[in-house]
């Protein structure tokens, strides 16, 4: 797609800027249909219908909400640092956009097709942990710091797990560059990571699920913005559209991690039947729809499970996953020296 | 004597956590101070308007002190500027507003013992039942935001779904679902309809899987096993003298319901059994055994509903119900097993119409004050599975 | 034991801090004891091997009119299932009763609230303040004089 564009253009800087706005274009429709898609989900599964008024089944629910977001009072409180205050939801978005720059959306297209893509995409998601931390520490809440420290503590001790569990792909690959990983899936559907080096590779997905899940503080790993304890955790002193940009950032991450389990795991853009549905735009589809089954999974679990407390969490991430993710390691290391 | 609780190993040393504390090896250079935290009046987890001052070191919370009294409605006063013991009702029924008829069985019940009137076996059969589906109502939404506590959003409207059933079957007999001032003095306001025993079985078929699709989701959930098992250990000595009833008591090991042990109403022709915490999961006394009674309970409920539909004699429902109330002078102490525990009324009337005064026993306002004593040297996520464990309804506890 | 055997064995301890007993034709009997001595006869009822009242059901004050105030205690015993009510009467310029904090953990809270409502001052109490009505209230609302005053904090009360 640079070079389409570059053709027509000529001029890169626009070209470039032109790239980095594309998953723009996904990021904000996506956290407008998964917001709805959310609701559907958690009311059929509670037995009830969910947003029904607003448009067909409440379709236009989140356009409505996102109007009424943005009509309400910009409060901030007078106690709170505001230039933190105000800075921290673009930095929490921010570091949740960046990571787009390496996600293949199709074979066409990539933001930045740069050959440390993966080690790129898991160091830039740190970048909204400073955000939060702003966030919490700025509101001047008690509350809100707690949820700030608790998510510090926690996305950065599940970075480990989710670095270890992608070393497996990469071990096999011998690659960072996400282009190259989602080549090295071609064909049917039984090249796909998950399905080598079987059973390895398939718990390692497990291991990196679970671990991402604590990244984008999805329950059962939400404790830094716990209702039913913080209120709101770091936003609870945001209201109208900052509270609504670091919602999207939250949306945005969940794609993200999504997107690279399915770059990863699932085959990327490559259609299941090998050549049969396959090309630029199905690659764009078939990519669109593994995410959502990520994400559909990662709504399910939300719905399900209780919350895991801060100390367990840690137990959890720190004694729990890593020593599996070694023995993953060991597992594909020992399968590829001795299966050549 | 001293009754605060040990943690598993540490040494209970009640003024510990007073001083600031200093970190070893750098002399006076860090000090540590402790934050003072307010789980507010307004939170969604103190249940109600309940301010609890936390005072944490970190996330270990060294004392927690309950503020109360946010919704105190002068309920005592109110009741002795009553012309009419009979208008008493309405305010009972808004002590503890979830489990409504319970708290209207307990004010009858002793009424009728001061004025000493016998009332008719249809009435004896149609309170027992509806005090039981109140308990099942209590407890659902107990378990329900319980599972909201820990994070875990869907059981809530699982139990809402089967209490919307229940509450049908009230508005059918009585006109509202929460608020019922169904059961007066010597008798009830309205006799049931004629569906009524059909409609009652049909629940009780219908909830029975009920019980076992949110054992199935939640109690057996290790996650929520981790939160709540070995959290809030409160043991039975303790619990006794701090005058803990109810699930509280009972999730303690002591097998302790005074539907058995102090019978009142008709409750002795009945089997049924008491489910009694056994430290399964965790230690005895903890929050899962608080919980698990309750289900269990809930099961037991539905024993008795069935036992006492199909016993239900027919009769007149108001055939007892004074013309005028005047009670001799005296006064009696009464107290019944509602869901939450032990609810006790102390009538004192001087001979006139009007109550002279009226004391309320509540549980939660008992069960509430070991909430300081359980919840030393646990962390910030324990108060909440503490305080849900106790399940504690704001009307009563300010009244 | 039965409410006579109660009394009875009290009044041979406690001899003349135990006043008037009313065991027969009441529903619930009663017995009531000197202010000043709440505490060692609480003491005795619960650790005695006869007695063993290990349950503080109920905690009442109470507003006798004419200047004279109460508390009523309602005791229960789990081991030998026998219950006492005991009484004090004190008056409203010398509302001193002794605590029974010490004795039963569910009389901290219930003190509270009889100091709250009622007025009585409970010795040895260790934390002493109101439970229901805000820190700063003037006055006993379940007192049968009590007056609904008209400004509270600068705010009208009665609205």
């Not at chain 1, 702003?134 to 949820?147: E, F, R, T, V």
């Not at chain 2, 002795?80 to 503890?96: A, C, H, K, T």
Request: with cysteine.
């Amino acid at each position: 797609m640079k070079d389409f564009l570059l053709g027509i253009l000529q001029n890169e800087i626009l070209v470039y800027t032109l790239m980095a706005v594309v998953p723009l274009a996904w990021v904000i429709p996506f956290a407008l249909f998964a917001v709805w898609w959310e609701r559907k989900i958690s009311a059929h599964m509670q037995d009830r219908l969910g947003p029904m008024q607003a448009g067909w089944h409440g379709t236009i629910q989140t356009i409505a909400d996102i109007l009424k977001l943005m009509l309400k009072e910009d409060i901030v409180p007078t106690a709170a640092d505001s230039k933190l205050f105000k800075l921290a939801p673009y930095v929490v978005f921010g570091g949740a956009y960046a990571a787009y720059a390496v996600v293949p959306f199709s074979a066409a297209y990539v933001g930045s097709e740069i050959n440390v893509g993966l080690f790129y995409f898991i160091s830039i998601s740190s970048i909204a942990v400073v955000g939060l931390l702003m966030a919490g520490w700025a509101s001047n809440n008690k509350w809100s710091l707690y949820g700030a420290l608790r998510s510090a503590a926690q996305i950065v001790s599940y970075e480990i797990p989710v670095a270890l569990a992608i070393l497996t792909v990469v071990m096999v690959t011998g690659t960072l560059n996400l282009q190259e990983i989602n080549d090295a899936q071609g064909g049917m559907f039984w090249n796909w990571f998950i399905f080598q080096k079987f059973p390895f590779l398939f718990f390692a997905l497990v291991i990196y699920f679970t671990a991402s899940l604590a990244e984008v503080n999805r329950t059962p790993f939400d404790i830094p913005e716990a209702e039913s304890e913080l209120v709101g955790g770091y936003h609870t002193e945001y209201a109208g559209m900052r509270f609504a940009l670091l919602f999207l950032s939250e949306y945005a991450n969940m794609f993200a991690v999504s997107a690279i389990a399915t770059t990863m795991f699932l085959g990327g853009w490559n259609s299941p039947f090998g050549d049969f549905m396959s090309g630029p735009w199905w690659g764009v589809f078939w990519f669109l729809l593994k995410g959502m089954t990520f994400i559909f999974i990662q709504m399910w679990l939300r719905w399900t499970l209780p919350r895991v407390r801060v100390d367990q969490l840690m137990y959890v991430g720190w004694k729990v996953l890593i020593p599996f993710s070694f023995v993953l390691i060991l597992g594909v290391g020992v399968w590829m020296l001795a299966i050549q | 004597m001293d009754v605060t609780l040990q943690k598993e190993g540490a040494v209970a040393d009640v003024d510990a956590g007073r001083r600031p504390a200093t970190v070893p090896g750098l002399g006076r250079a860090l000090r540590a101070e402790e934050m003072v935290i307010n789980m507010g009046p307004q939170h969604p987890s103190t249940h109600g308007v309940l301010r609890l001052e936390l005072i944490v070191d970190g996330e270990i919370v060294v004392d927690a002190i309950p503020h109360i009294g946010y919704l105190h409605r002068c309920f005592e006063k109110h009741a002795e500027s009553m012309n009419n013991y009979q208008q008493v009702i309405p305010y009972v029924d808004r002590l503890d507003y979830v489990a409504a008829m319970s708290n209207e069985f307990g004010y009858v019940v002793a009424m009728e013992k001061l004025l000493k009137i016998q009332v008719p076996e249809r009435v004896e059969y149609i309170r027992v039942i509806m005090a039981e589906f109140s308990r099942i109502v209590s407890h659902l939404i107990a378990l329900g935001t319980y599972g909201i506590d820990m994070g875990a959003y869907t059981p809530f409207l699982y139990c809402m779904r089967d209490r919307e059933h229940v509450l049908d079957i009230f508005e059918e007999t009585c006109g509202a679902r929460l608020l019922y001032n169904y059961m007066w003095v010597g008798g009830l306001s309205h006799d049931v309809k004629p569906n009524f025993q059909d409609k009652t079985r049909d629940f009780c078929k219908y909830f029975r899987p009920k019980i076992a699709e949110l054992n199935e989701l939640l109690s057996y959930n290790k996650i929520f096993k981790e939160r709540t098992a070995g959290v809030g250990v409160l043991p039975p000595e303790v619990a006794i003298n701090y005058g803990a009833s109810g699930p509280v008591l009972r999730g303690s090991g002591v097998k302790w319901d005074l539907r058995k042990n102090d019978p009142y109403s008709i409750y002795n022709r009945f089997a049924f059994d008491i489910p009694v915490g056994m430290g399964i999961k965790g230690r005895v006394g903890d929050s899962w055994d608080r919980y698990m009674v309750r289900v269990h309970e809930m099961e037991q409920s539905v024993n008795i509903i069935e036992q006492a539909v199909e016993q239900l004699p027919a009769g007149d429902v108001q055939s007892a119900i004074p013309k005028r109330i005047r009670p001799e002078p005296g006064e009696v102490y009464v107290r019944t097993e509602t869901p939450k525990g032990e609810l006790g009324f102390y009538i004192v009337s001087d001979g006139t119409a009007s109550p002279y005064r009226v004391k309320v026993r509540p549980p939660c306002f008992v069960n509430l004050s070991t909430v300081p004593a359980i919840c030393r040297g646990s962390m910030i996520a324990d108060v909440v599975a503490i305080l849900g464990s106790i399940d504690i309804v704001l009307g009563e506890v300010d009244r | 034991m039965i409410a006579q055997e109660i009394h009875e064995t009290l009044k041979g301890t406690f001899g003349d801090a135990i006043f008037e007993a009313k065991v027969d034709g009441v529903l619930d009997p009663w017995i009531r004891v000197a202010p000043d001595r709440v505490r060692d006869i609480s003491l005795f009822l619960r650790d005695d091997g006869r007695m063993l009242f290990d349950s503080l059901m109920l905690l009442t004050g109470m507003d006798y009119t004419k200047g004279r105030l109460g508390v009523v205690y309602h005791l229960y015993s789990m081991k030998w299932n026998h219950r006492i009510v005991l009484k004090t009467e004190v008056t409203v310029d010398q509302p001193h009763v002794q605590s029974t904090e010490a004795i039963w953990k569910t009389a901290n809270w219930q003190e509270r609230e009889a100091f709250d409502m009622i007025g009585v001052v409970f010795d040895g109490h260790p934390d002493l303040r109101r439970i229901l009505m805000p820190d700063d209230w003037e006055g006993y609302p379940l007192r049968k004089d009590f007056q609904v005053p008209e400004f509270y904090n600068g705010m009208k009360v009665p609205y």
